[in-house]
């Protein structure tokens, strides 16, 4: 009797582990409306460069509620700010060529309402870092818009900010995205 009710208990227990994994749906961003912006200050003037090549992927439960793992890259030569020359120069002083990618891996998301804390790893020129960003969410239709903002220090990173007229940018980076879902 006992290997039968082993069997049994070994059976539920392989169900559950199953529906468990099952019920989680993995959604890729839409690279047409995703989008991630950064901007920067000069003493002289501030500018923004975009990337719409932005891969990011996010994992929700079965009804697509509730995001529990998230995750970004984006190439550093992607961004446009519409002038090629400064382009090129952050090409060259983060280093693009050899780090060439900016990546972010949740490791905990927290959803109140519409507000999402999320947790996570920025790699960023070779350095990871621990960061919290916040961020909101907002269904669209049958899709799902997570947008936010947050700051890093290029010197936190082994960064030299770019300069101008041998003046350097602020050291702080801006950046802002728009994920749709």
Not at 37 to 66: A, C, F, Q
Not at 116 to 133: M, W
Not at 141 to 158: H, L, R, W
């Amino acid at each position: 009797m006992k290997p039968l009710v082993l069997f049994i208990v070994f059976g539920l227990l392989r169900f559950t582990l199953i529906s468990e994994v099952s019920a989680q749906v993995k959604i890729y961003a839409d690279k047409s409306k995703s989008s991630i912006t950064y901007s920067m200050k000069h003493p002289l003037h501030s500018w923004e460069g975009i990337s719409k090549d932005v891969n990011s992927v996010i994992v929700t439960d079965e009804n697509r509620s509730n995001i529990t793992q998230a995750a970004v890259s984006v190439k550093i030569s992607s961004f446009d700010s519409q002038n090629a020359n400064r382009d090129s120069h952050m090409i060259e002083v983060t280093e693009a060529i050899k780090y060439s990618n900016i990546s972010f891996v949740s490791t905990s998301i927290n959803q109140d309402g519409t507000t999402l804390t999320i947790s996570g790893k920025l790699t960023f020129h070779g350095i990871t870092k621990d960061i919290s960003v916040k961020a909101e969410k907002v269904p669209e239709g049958a899709k799902t818009k997570i947008t936010g903002n947050f700051s890093i220090n290029m010197k936190d990173y082994n960064v030299d900010p770019p300069s101008l007229m041998a003046i350097p940018t602020d050291e702080e980076i801006n950046l802002s995205f728009v994920m749709v879902y």
